[in-house]
């Protein structure tokens, strides 16, 4: 199975603060990660696949790098709509997996 | 629009067997161009991936629950049904359907999700 591992498991930040979350495999996944965000009791929402692609009607300041094993998750000036936690995944291999999640928390 | 919904029960007891059903709408499982997975969260935890199925009925399951899961769908119905047998409290969690894009050109990544539905396992 590949492994996911994001850092740091939490973070704490302020209003318009640049934020950047790192997941990485363990073993090369190319381009195929995807990154979503969960704010409390709700589903999951896609920001990011294919590593940098955005997904339609997320805000900009939002942004992806990364292929192989190192990816990042990029806000580049976080919003209060922002504080919630992000988990990142690979599905083109089997099996799937998520990432442990990075919960992003006011200051 | 695009729409998933999960339903079953709130409340089941060990070794019984746990059925999901999945309903969505504003698209079809038909389509070759995209599968449904099922995901879970228990209590405070991490997502954790469960199983998925294609529209030409190709079936993908978690390694660690394999033999306790099944999955199926129901394209008339528009309907996919995750059923787990010998459930366990370790069971506890949200269950969550989504939609997975990208399938022909296999840069797979999941755009729709249903609510998602607790369940509890407790005797």
């Known amino acids: 199975d590949i492994q996911l591992t994001q850092s740091p498991s939490f973070l704490s930040a302020s209003v318009g603060d640049r934020v950047t979350i790192t997941c990485r495999a363990s073993?090369?996944?190319?381009?195929?990660l995807v990154w979503y965000q969960q704010k409390p009791g709700k589903a999951p929402k896609l920001l990011i696949y294919t590593a940098s692609t955005l997904q339609s009607g997320v805000p900009s300041r939002f942004s992806g790098s990364g292929s192989g094993t190192e990816f990042t998750l990029t806000i580049s000036s976080l919003q209060p709509e922002d504080f919630a936690t992000y988990y990142c995944?690979?599905?083109?291999?089997?099996?799937?997996?998520f990432g442990q999640g990075t919960k992003v928390d006011i200051k | 629009q695009v729409t998933l919904k999960e339903s079953g029960p709130v409340l089941v007891k060990p070794t019984e067997t746990l059925t999901l059903t999945c309903t969505v709408s504003g698209f079809s499982l038909s389509n070759a161009k995209m599968a449904v997975t099922w995901i879970r969260q228990p209590p405070g935890k991490a997502l954790e991936w469960l199983a998925q199925i294609f529209s030409n009925d190709e079936r993908w399951y978690t390694p660690s629950l394999k033999d306790r899961l099944t999955i199926s769908r129901d394209a008339a119905k528009s309907q996919v049904v995750l059923t787990m047998t010998n459930v366990d409290p370790a069971d506890t969690a949200t269950y969550f359907c989504?939609?997975?894009?990208?399938?022909?050109?296999?840069?797979?990544?999941?755009?729709?999700w249903g609510q998602g539905t607790l369940v509890t396992v407790s005797s």
């Open positions: 989504a939609r997975i894009r990208g399938v022909e050109e296999w840069e797979l990544y999941l755009d729709y």
């Open positions: 995944q690979q599905l083109n291999n089997y099996p799937a997996t």
């Open positions: 073993q090369g996944i190319s381009r195929y």
